[in-house]
């Protein structure tokens, strides 16, 4: 009556997604620490280096050291968030005040179902990408269900019922639309470029594109302004400085969560930040060659498990790289004023997205008819 | 009238608007900070180098012989501002062969940290050079009562500081040639 394999199926695939949320969460929590470790550096501060936990501290050079990194903040934070007092005030329009932060933590755990992480051939000789589901349109699907993100923002700064929310609201809803295009048109030519007649893959798949990157140049270096676009939309679209609009502390108090405290609050924050982990995941398979060791070399690893392994720790080391520069930039630039980043959203990026765009057209046809020998 | 000037503004050449080189410049910057060295001063554990002169709570001071100065003559709890001291005169005690000649020494001596604005007028004020604000800058307790200093914790955070004069051993000394006054 029960088929065995599905079952078998089913749960493997629910550890996996299991798995899987565990580490995003946690490089979410541990980039918050990684934010304000690195804002400190760069300030001539330390960061946080108090807290700890009781017997690891003791431990002689480990215990301290671990300390000094302060390893055990985000538990620390985490805690403080979930035993803090739940305040709901009065004015505020219950269902989608408790209903927004969910909106916003689920497209960002939605799109990690797509993300691709490793490879490995089996006993058998068949190449399995390890995804929780190797969808072919998935680069599509990411940008469909991050872009549902936006209404948690724009929930919250309704339901809030109170201006400066409501005013983040409005901006993040103006900003996220303006640069979803540039982020779209900036993305067009890298699959042109991959999927050209003659060429293996054709597909918008993101294990695809990988792999079309193995053993040649990142498409980084091919594709270096549609990289640039794409990454200036990933600023904009995980609302980070300098296009962070919808918080603007200066301007609006808290911006979209003004209104929100306690654990409502921290699941904004994990959100935005599973946003960045996620952004920053996706511009590593797209141009930084996924888990590809480096330009015009092949993976010194070897297929099989051990390889498969090295090949995601390689990965995420690109990906935490990022991260990095995601914070770095932060630290870096100011904000931008609101309608500057309208301006530079419409009259600047998109049109140079469209440009690159019609240029690569260009470059893929003249490539083809060489490559087939048309007239 | 000075003349103004007006200079002409060098339109930003194509590199500057796409802002990209400042940006790469910036991120150079924030990058070797770094490396730097840390400000930060890990507060409870490293102290503060507190610059002389600096007006910290209010102490009473002894002299290097170890007697104590105050001869709670009350000028400083008649100058203070917001009324923190509070001076209860008394004697003496007899029998204290070396401190006998003085006339008075506070019997109780308070001084409420709540009140205390430091200003420093009752170091300022006092004839004998008896009350001193000096380095400790934090001071903290539970209760209210906790934060009244008494006679007994203000000699405590006072100590003895140098003395030009030895008032009180030129007094005994005139007292010995028959002249105490
Ligand atoms: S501290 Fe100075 S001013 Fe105050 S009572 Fe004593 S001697 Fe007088
Ligand atoms: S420092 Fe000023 S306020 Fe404080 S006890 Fe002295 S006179 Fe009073």
């Given at each position: 009556m029960f088929d065995y394999e599905l079952i078998q199926l089913i749960l493997i695939k629910v550890i996996f997604a299991f798995l899987m949320v565990g580490a995003i969460m946690t490089m979410a929590g541990y980039s918050v620490l990684a934010e304000r470790k690195v804002s400190a550096w760069m300030q001539g501060r330390v960061g946080p280096n108090r807290t700890v936990l009781p017997f690891v501290g003791h431990i002689p050079v480990v215990g301290s050291l671990l300390k000094g990194l302060g390893i055990f903040q985000p538990l620390a934070d985490g805690l403080k968030f979930l035993f803090k007092e739940e305040i709901v005030p009065g004015h505020v329009n219950k269902f989608y005040y408790y209903l927004a932060p969910i909106v916003a933590l689920v497209p960002a755990l939605t799109t990690m179902t797509v993300l691709p992480f490793g490879e490995f051939v089996n006993a058998e000789g068949v190449t399995i990408p390890l995804i929780l589901a190797d969808l072919d349109i998935g680069i599509l699907f990411v940008l469909a269900v991050s872009s549902l993100g936006v209404y948690g923002i724009v929930l919250a700064g309704w339901s809030s019922n109170s201006k400066y929310p409501f005013l983040g609201g409005i901006r993040s809803s103006a900003q996220m639309i303006s640069y979803e295009l540039a982020m779209g048109l900036s993305l067009l030519p890298v699959f042109l470029w991959v999927s050209e007649p003659g060429s293996t893959v054709s597909s918008l798949s993101l294990v695809e594109i990988v792999r079309s990157q193995q053993g040649s140049t990142w498409l980084l270096i091919i594709q270096p302004i549609s990289a640039l676009i794409f990454l200036i939309a990933l600023f904009a679209e995980t609302n980070r400085l300098p296009f962070d609009m919808p918080e603007s502390e200066t301007d609006l108090v808290g911006g979209f969560h003004t209104e929100y405290g306690s654990f409502?609050?921290?699941?904004?924050?994990?959100?935005?930040?599973?946003?960045?982990?996620?952004?920053?995941?996706?511009?590593?398979l797209l141009f930084l060659g996924g888990w590809n060791f480096l330009p015009w070399l092949d993976n010194p690893w070897g297929a099989d498990w051990m390889g498969?392994?090295?090949?995601?720790?390689?990965?995420?080391?690109?990906?935490?790289?990022?991260?990095?520069?995601?914070?770095?930039?932060?630290?870096?630039?100011?904000?931008?004023?609101?309608?500057?980043?309208?301006?530079?959203?419409?009259?600047?990026?998109?049109?140079?997205?469209?440009?690159?765009?019609?240029?690569?057209?260009?470059?893929?046809?003249?490539?083809?008819?060489?490559?087939?020998?048309?007239p | 009238m000075a003349k103004t000037v007006v200079l002409d503004r060098k339109p930003l050449s194509f590199s500057e608007r796409t802002y990209l080189p400042q940006i790469a410049n910036g991120l150079k910057t924030t990058f070797s900070n770094m490396f730097k060295p840390k400000v930060t001063l890990q507060y409870p554990e490293e102290k503060p180098k507190i610059p002389q002169n600096y007006r910290g709570v209010p102490t009473l001071v002894k002299d290097p012989n170890g007697r104590e100065k105050c001869v709670s003559c009350q000028l400083c709890e008649f100058v203070c501002p917001p009324k923190a001291i509070r001076i209860t005169p008394g004697g003496v005690p007899e029998g204290e062969d070396d401190r006998e000649h003085v006339e008075k020494a506070p019997e109780e001596f308070e001084i409420n940290m709540l009140r205390c604005i430091y200003c420093g007028y009752c170091q300022e004020v006092c004839p004998e050079e008896a009350i001193f604000l000096q380095d400790e800058y934090s001071s903290s307790g539970y209760s209210r009562e906790e934060m009244i200093n008494n006679k007994a914790k203000l000699y405590e955070l006072g100590g003895t500081l140098p003395d030009q004069h030895y008032k009180w051993d030129k007094k005994k000394k005139a007292e010995g040639q028959g002249n105490s006054h």
């Open positions: 409502k609050f921290g699941i904004f924050f994990v959100a935005e930040y599973a946003h960045i982990v996620i952004g920053s995941a996706i511009f590593t498969a392994l090295i090949g995601t720790g390689w990965f995420i080391i690109k990906t935490i790289s990022l991260i990095f520069f995601f914070i770095w930039v932060r630290w870096t630039l100011p904000r931008f004023r609101y309608d500057q980043v309208m301006d530079l959203g419409w009259t600047k990026l998109l049109p140079l997205a469209l440009a690159n765009l019609i240029f690569y057209i260009f470059v893929v046809t003249w490539l083809d008819q060489s490559n087939l020998n048309l | -």
